[in-house]
T-cell receptor
Framework: RKEVEQDPGPFNVPEGATVAFNCTYS??????FFWYRQDCRKEPKLLMS???SGNEDGRFTAQLNRASQYISLLIRDSKLSDSATYLC???????????????FGSGTQLTVLP | GAGVSQSPSNKVTEKGKDVELRCDPI?????LYWYRQRLGQGLEFLIY????????KSGLPSDRFSAERTGESVSTLTIQRTQQEDSAVYLC??????????????FGPGTRLTVL
């Protein structure tokens, strides 16, 4: 089982639609959670961190369910410019002073259609 | 300010040759990561440097891969005796000192490696 799993999509939605992505992680010791965005042939960039209480940034809402070990990203009123691959990212702090790297999901591809 | 830079942006090499990829992190960032991303795939962790601590090399796929970092500055990723399956985009990221929530990673534009 992959450490971080995402539905690869693609999700093709019309402008203005609401779309939701889910991500599951296997390590219950995971401590930090993020959504990154990667445009075609570009590097990933942080979209938002995911906090335990859930958080919102404009049209984007992120939620964390530790009991079920999943993270979600909701995009409301989608725009053409939202077309990208959305990467779910999980961080586990290792013991012994050697911090663990982020583990990236394979990403969910979103295309917003005019 | 300047972001993470990587060079070369593109590298085409013949199977069996050695290649060296360079990463210049954001000034002051203590953490540096190398990832590999094959076409249409997710990011695959390779190696992580944090300050003067021993690097986490757990992601290096074989002994043909090695990386070095001098202090908190430039890093080089070396691939010896390249194989066609090494073809990918190699991404470098840097991050400021680790905080309680983990820190955002800032990625460079990547080096696209093609092994013929």
């Amino acid at each position: 089982r992959k450490e971080v799993e995402q539905d690869p999509g693609p999700f093709n939605v019309p402008e203005g639609a609401t779309v939701a992505f889910n991500c599951t992680y296997s390590n219950s010791a995971s401590q930090s959670f993020f959504w990154y965005r990667q445009d075609c042939r570009k590097e990933p960039k942080l979209l938002m961190s995911v906090y335990s209480s859930g958080n919102e940034d404009g049209r984007f809402t992120a939620q964390l369910n530790r009991a079920s070990q999943y993270i979600s990203l909701l995009i409301r009123d989608s725009k053409l410019s939202d077309s990208a691959t959305y990467l779910c990212v999980v961080n586990v702090e290792a013991s012994g002073g050697s911090a663990r790297q982020l583990t990236f999901g394979s990403g969910t591809q979103l295309t917003v259609l005019p | 300010g300047a972001g993470v830079s990587q060079s070369p942006s593109n590298k085409v090499t013949e199977k069996g040759k050695d290649v060296e990829l360079r990463c210049d992190p954001i000034s002051g960032h203590t953490a540096l990561y190398w990832y590999r991303q094959r076409l249409g795939q997710g990011l695959e962790f390779l190696i992580y440097f944090q300050g003067n601590s021993a690097p986490d090399k757990s992601g290096l796929p074989s002994d043909r891969f090695s990386a070095e970092r001098t202090g908190e500055s430039v890093s080089t990723l070396t691939i010896q005796r390249t194989q066609q399956e090494d073809s990918a985009v190699y991404l470098c990221a840097s991050s400021p000192r680790r905080g309680s929530w983990g820190n955002e990673q800032f990625f460079g534009p990547g080096t696209r490696l093609t092994v013929l």
